[in-house]
């Protein structure tokens, strides 16, 4: 059969249409009825059948049957962000844009279909392909529950043997391949808490508890957690991102509201950042004052499977050439790939795509693709499906 980026190559002008039309109409998480709505319409056209509807807006198809099975993932939700730039593909839809790259791997994803597609008709592939469209990566419903979990959780990788999905990085050289073994992303938690004094007047503090003045004891205790409390050949991060007082300049207020991050990579780091950031806010107590706190659990980190990642370091290498497969670093980024990776045996890789030398950063209002790597994420995807069902993963 002709190499995938040959026949990639011939599709680039409709993988680049789906990814335009995708990129002028974002919808963000849960939200993505049109989104799902252009996938199976391409599925109809190729003629492979799906399932609409799991996790609430995702589609999952199915091509061939028996074993192996292998399932490669897509994502497809947009982000709460204006766009300014000028092209001809910009987002319509007001305060609403493809910041992070998901209409590319859905149309990559797409264009892998149709080449496979192809190669069943004609008998050249035997076993199971499970096409994920994905919705809601971003964000997760009044249940705590990413599109990822919920896939999961509703089978959409039952009976598959290992999983894959790819991400196009603004901030890497385009047409390349990055990935790694072991904890690639993050994981990712939200706190929120309030520091309690007592309001008075601004220009007498002494007969009121500020609670401003106990929140900077608090954030700079919070500041330390990373340094003091975890080892130093260990990673993590908590960040304050959010404060919320006050609503006059000579008004002391009688709360301050407190959000942010944490990012982890292990368990055992996760769990001492959790302790350590609640005791942060105790010192609130400590001084007169009091405290409420939460953490909302997000995604666990993403572990690559490193039988899976060998496989496709080898079969990138084989399509793009050594020179264009590299080792990359961790991120503490996050993805609800990792619930898939969890279930699975799985690998999670990227993509660069880098545009015009520029430095546009993921979930910013200028973000952009070097639409020439669409043909290559298309490749990417058929290859491995095709490498996984005919020649299995060594190890």
């Known amino acids: ?34 989104t799902a709505k252009k996938v199976t319409e391409t599925l109809d056209l190729i003629g492979i059948k799906y399932k609409t509807g799991v996790a609430k807006t995702g589609v999952v198809a199915e091509l061939g049957s028996g074993k192996p099975v292998i399932a490669l993932r897509a994502d497809m939700d947009a982000l709460p962000i204006e766009e300014i730039n000028d092209v001809p593909y910009k987002s319509v839809v007001k305060g609403k844009m493809h910041a ?13 279909a149709i080449m496979l597609k192809d190669d ?3 008998g050249k592939l035997k076993g199971t392909v499970r096409f994920i469209f994905q919705p809601s990566e971003e964000n997760w419903d009044s249940e705590g529950k990413s599109g990822g979990r919920r896939m999961v959780e509703e089978g959409a990788l039952d009976g598959v043997d290992a999983v894959v999905g790819q991400h196009v990085i603004s901030s890497y050289a385009s047409n390349e391949v990055f990935l790694r073994e072991g904890p690639v992303m993050a994981a990712v938690d939200t706190f929120e808490g309030s520091v309690v004094g007592r309001g008075g007047h601004g220009a007498y503090p002494h007969q009121a508890l500020d609670p401003i003045w106990l929140s900077a004891q608090v954030v700079n205790a919070i500041h330390g957690i990373v340094s003091r409390r975890v080892s130093p050949v260990e990673s993590g991060v908590i960040t304050v991102t959010q404060i919320h007082a006050g609503t006059a300049d000579n008004i002391i207020p009688a709360e301050v ?4 991050t944490i990012r982890s990579f292990k368990p055992e780091v996760r769990k001492i950042l959790h302790e350590n950031l609640e005791r942060a806010f105790s010192i609130a107590r400590s001084m007169g004052g009091d405290y409420k706190f939460k953490i909302e659990t997000g995604y666990p980190a993403t572990v690559n499977n490193p039988e899976m990642t060998r496989f496709v370091r080898e079969m990138a290498t084989g399509l793009l050439g050594k020179d264009r497969v590299h080792e990359t670093n961790q991120h503490m980024g996050a993805e609800d790939f990792s619930f898939m990776a969890q279930a699975k045996p799985g690998v999670f890789f990227y993509l660069g795509a880098k545009k015009d030398d520029v430095d546009r950063q993921h979930h910013a209002s200028d973000f952009d693709i070097d639409e020439k790597v669409l043909p290559t994420g298309a490749a990417l995807m058929a290859e491995a499906a095709r490498k996984f069902l005919t020649e299995g993963v060594k190890g």
């Not at 509201?257 to 942010?260: C, D, N």
């Open 1 to 34: 059969m002709a190499n995938y980026l040959d026949r990639a190559e011939e599709l680039t002008e409709k993988i680049t249409a789906i990814r335009r039309d995708l990129h002028m109409h974002p919808e963000t998480s849960f939200q993505e009825v049109r």
């Open 100 to 112: 992070c790259g998901h209409d590319a791997h859905t149309a990559c994803l797409l264009g892998a």
């Open 120 to 122: 069943f008709t004609k």
């Open 257 to 260: 509201i407190l959000r942010g």
